[in-house]
């Protein structure tokens, strides 16, 4: 299903935001709307919450489109991609949609649970990265652009007896972030990472954990949960030439010094 607007030419181009209904992607979506970007948001299931950042998108000045895309279909994501160009020329990729899963030890999961993981996480993230760079590259007559990967602290940390496969696909997407930023550095794609770490959205409730935000917050040197406003702001600042032009294969850490 698409949703949106049509015509008229883009300011700074189009931001595609996977997973821009809910959480750290709407947050930044809008955020990306304000700073004069027209916006392809993609979603799963929750139609309601994607019109909704639509409405607040379009309050900023800017024009939207939501698509109920699943990243980890390649069919999903051409569609997704065909509805940005008819918006206008994609200078931004913010690859955010992820997923966690119920906490277990890696003995204990499922292969069902593995390949889901992975192929939305890390499989997702790629399908929409090389549909990114085929737009934004001038390899094949682009004019540039910025991609930016949401990772996680879980990257680094692990998450032991909690989720080593959610982890691990971010171990991927920072090894990605460092390779694809290399490869097409001379393409005028600049590619980073946010690797957020307890931030208060909704994931922790698909995860089984709806108070883990609260929980274990307190327990970064900071002394709280980050928000999706705090993830929104650096990805904002690496999607912007004028701030960031010198900036890529970076990995930046927003998880209160944890
Ligand atoms: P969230 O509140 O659960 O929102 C997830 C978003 O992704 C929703 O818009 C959801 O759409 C969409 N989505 C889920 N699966 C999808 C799929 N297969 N295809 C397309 N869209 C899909 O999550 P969040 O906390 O904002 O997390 C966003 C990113 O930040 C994720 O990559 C996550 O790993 C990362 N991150 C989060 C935290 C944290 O503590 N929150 C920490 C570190 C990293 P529907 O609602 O329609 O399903």
Same mark, same amino acid.
């Given at each position: 299903?698409?949703?949106?607007?049509?015509? =008229? /030419?883009?300011?700074?181009?189009?931001?595609?935001?996977?997973?821009?209904?809910?959480?750290?992607?709407?947050?930044?979506?809008? &955020? =990306?709307?304000?700073?004069?970007?027209?916006?392809?948001?993609?979603?799963?299931?929750?139609?309601?919450? @994607?019109?909704?950042?639509?409405? $607040?998108?379009?309050?900023?000045?800017?024009?939207?489109?939501?698509?109920?895309?699943?990243?980890?279909?390649?069919?999903?994501?051409?569609?997704?991609?065909?509805?940005?160009?008819?918006?206008? /020329?994609?200078?931004?990729?913010?690859?955010?949609?992820?997923?966690?899963? $119920?906490? @277990?030890?890696?003995? &204990?999961?499922?292969?069902?649970?593995?390949?889901?993981?992975?192929?939305?996480?890390?499989?997702?993230?790629?399908?929409?990265?090389?549909?990114?760079?085929?737009?934004?590259?001038?390899?094949?007559?682009?004019?540039?652009?910025?991609?930016?990967?949401?990772?996680?602290?879980?990257?680094?940390?692990?998450?032991?007896?909690?989720?080593?496969?959610?982890?691990?696909?971010?171990?991927?997407?920072?090894?990605?972030?460092?390779?694809?930023?290399? &490869?097409?550095?001379?393409?005028?794609?600049?590619?980073?990472?946010?690797?957020?770490?307890?931030?208060?959205? &909704?994931?922790? @409730?698909?995860?089984?954990?709806?108070?883990?935000?609260?929980?274990?917050?307190?327990? @970064?040197? =900071?002394?709280?949960?980050?928000? /999706?406003?705090?993830?929104?702001?650096?990805?904002?600042?690496?999607?912007? /030439?004028?701030?960031?032009?010198?900036?890529?294969?970076?990995?930046?850490?927003?998880?209160?010094? $944890?």
């Amino acid at each position: 299903m698409t949703v949106g607007a049509e015509s =008229l /030419p883009a300011q700074r181009g189009v931001a595609v935001v996977t997973g821009g209904s809910r959480g750290i992607g709407a947050t930044t979506a809008v &955020e =990306l709307a304000r700073n004069g970007w027209d916006v392809c948001l993609s979603y799963r299931t929750d139609d309601e919450a @994607a019109a909704g950042v639509l409405a $607040r998108c379009e309050a900023a000045g800017a024009r939207a489109v939501a698509v109920r895309a699943d990243v980890s279909s390649s069919a999903d994501v051409t569609a997704l991609f065909a509805a940005a160009d008819r918006l206008g /020329p994609v200078s931004v990729l913010v690859n955010n949609a992820g997923i966690v899963d $119920r906490r @277990a030890r890696v003995d &204990e999961m499922s292969p069902e649970r593995l390949e889901r993981m992975l192929a939305v996480n890390v499989v997702g993230a790629f399908l929409c990265a090389g549909a990114a760079v085929r737009r934004m590259s001038t390899r094949y007559g682009g004019t540039g652009g910025a991609i930016v990967n949401v990772s996680s602290a879980a990257s680094r940390l692990g998450s032991p007896g909690e989720y080593v496969d959610y982890a691990a696909s971010k171990g991927a997407i920072d090894t990605m972030t460092i390779g694809l930023a290399k &490869e097409v550095a001379a393409e005028g794609i600049r590619v980073n990472a946010v690797r957020p770490g307890i931030i208060d959205t &909704e994931i922790h @409730a698909s995860g089984g954990q709806p108070d883990r935000a609260a929980q274990v917050g307190p327990s @970064a040197p =900071l002394g709280r949960a980050g928000t /999706p406003a705090e993830v929104a702001a650096a990805i904002l600042w690496f999607c912007l /030439p004028e701030s960031s032009s010198y900036a890529t294969a970076a990995l930046l850490d927003l998880s209160g010094g $944890r």
